[in-house]
């Protein structure tokens, strides 16, 4: 494979696949127990949010497409204190029952420099929490027309003014000449990657029901792309990047300990309790202990020579990846929708960090962006985990053929 460096940018040229692969192994079980932990597994979304842009229906034929909420009315939240927030005692429900639930969160306005995000939140009352471990990121199903104009739609936003729009038949068009052009298209196509390694990783075989590694599919969608694996790569280390510079500027682990700032007092009570079930020494150890340390050995994405010719850009680039987020609504599958907005809103964080760097003092975080980025950071890093075991896989499948 080429070496990553001469992809990236990156001035110490430290930056290579395969550093990115061992840095990914030696992490790899600290992330997967953070994104565990109660802080990092709960998720705000409006899953009913019209689509602005197109009439959009909100249909998936499969029962894969659904999540299952956290049914309020139902919750016993002291039971969910004591015993951890067992799956079993959580109850499901699917959204397709849950019309009885009152889900009037009352949201408080939280102090956020807004023009400095680079993506939209569900802040609204039809929001509902989902636990993200019982909601997998895999193969659904979906597809067809309805993705592929959500994904046109994705990859248009890359048109810049004085720039064609993308082709439809090629959504991988060629890449942009302007730097900061390229790397909206590489997060974008990296995203896309990323989403289709997860939907290869765990594909549904319709026999048996039970999901497995479909290396066939693996191939057809990413592994036969260098590009698209490139582009996954280049998107762990922009992450990374934003995190180690996220240790920097906020008291993560204060900011952690604090709980949830996007609810009102009452919620507030409710959820403090289930943000104390670990002690916040288990962030300080996973998060603050062995995760930055380990990013923070090398620079991964330099981000100095970034709009430096034209400061303008900066805006069209954050509007225009704001509306990304925005497209998300589109979707017409709950579960690609949740997984969708959990990432756009990850390296929309990621972004802000990394471009509003001068105004780092000024910077507010809500916790949705938190938990986005380090779940992002998990979905990246699983990517990277199982293009790995892929590779094995089809190292094995030449010799046997
Ligand atoms: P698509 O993946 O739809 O791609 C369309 C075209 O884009 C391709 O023909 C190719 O020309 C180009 N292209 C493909 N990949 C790249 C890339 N990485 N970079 C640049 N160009 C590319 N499905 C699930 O099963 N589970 C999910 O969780 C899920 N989440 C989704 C989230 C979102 C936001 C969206 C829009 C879709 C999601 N989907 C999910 C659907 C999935 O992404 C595919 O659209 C679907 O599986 C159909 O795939 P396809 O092979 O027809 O091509």
Partial sequence: SP????QIITPSCNT?????DELNKSIRPFLSDLIKTSYFKYFKVDLDKQCKFWSAQHFCATENCAVEILPPDQFNWSNIHNDSLKPSQLGKINRADSTAIDNSIETEAIDTCEDLD??????????VYVNLLNNPERFTGYGGNQSFDVWKAIYSENCFPNTNPMSMKNLDAEPEQCIEKNVFYRIVSGLHASIAVHLSNEYLDAETGEFYPNLKVFMERVGSFNDRLSNIYFNYAIVSQSIVRLAQILPLKQFIQSGYDDISPAQKQIFDQIGNVESVDVYDDLLLQEIIPSLSQNTLFDTSTLFS??????????????????IMDCVGCD?????????????????KILFEDEAAENLKFRRIEIVALINTFDRLSKSIASINNFKSMYLKHLEDV
């Fill in 3 to 6: 070496e990553f460096c001469s």
């Fill in 335 to 351: 579960r690609c929708r949740m997984w969708g907005k959990i990432q756009t809103i990850g390296y929309g964080t990621a972004l």
């Fill in 16 to 20: 290579t696949f395969s550093y990115i």
């Fill in 118 to 127: 680079y993506s939209h939140f569900d802040e609204d009352h039809a929001c």
């Fill in 309 to 326: 010719e034209d400061p303008l850009l900066k805006n069209e680039f954050r509007a225009r990846f704001k509306n990304i987020s925005a």
